[in-house]
Structure formats: structure tokens, C-alpha cells
């Protein structure tokens, strides 16, 4: 979480106004590494995290326009699905430590 947000910090300095892109991979890796809670806590920590610090009035929480609410939509749906492929992902890991995967030929 602190990569991302200083990698956030050093794009927002020159001037890419991505306001979760540097979140997505934290979100998939974490829930690769540690699971769907951890993975959903990095969701629940970012999504004010970027509010606050990323979207302006900066370090304020204000009402948010449009364009930000849907930035924050996006940034939930493509969490949700980044969790379940890195479950997925961790659950093939698992299988193939176990050698009970299915072979070919």
C-alpha cells in the first residue's frame, strides 16, 4: 500500500491525474500474497486514501462531481474482480503444490 501510494504521488507530480491506477496492481498482489480480507482492506483504505490526498480540494473531504464518483465505481468493480482472479490465482498455486492438478497426455 505504501508503494502504491507513493508511486500515485510521484505520477500525480507529473501531472497524470490517474487517480487509482497505482492502487489495481497493490489490490491484485496483495490478495495473491495474503488473501481476499487483505485485499479487501487495501480496497477499503485506498478509496479515502485517494479522496483525500488525490482528488481535489486536496486533503479535504468534500463532495465529490460526476467524474470522480465514476473513477470510484470503476476503481470497485475492477477491485472486485482483480480479488476473485487473484483468489483463483491463489487457489491454481495451491492445487499445483498439492500435485492434484489434472494432467494432459
Known sequence: MFVA???QTLLYHFGIELYFASFLPAVFF???LAGVPAAVLVVAIA???VWWAF???YFEFNP???SHVDA???FLLLSLLLI???DWCRAAVALLKAGT???KG
Open 5 to 7: 501510494t507513493a508511486v
Open 30 to 32: 496483495t490478495g495473491f
Open 47 to 49: 478509496v479515502p486514501l
Open 55 to 57: 482528488i481535489p480540494p
Open 64 to 66: 465529490l462531481i460526476a
Open 72 to 74: 470510484i465505481a470503476m
Open 84 to 86: 476473485f482472479l487473484a
Open 101 to 103: 492438478a489434472p494432467r
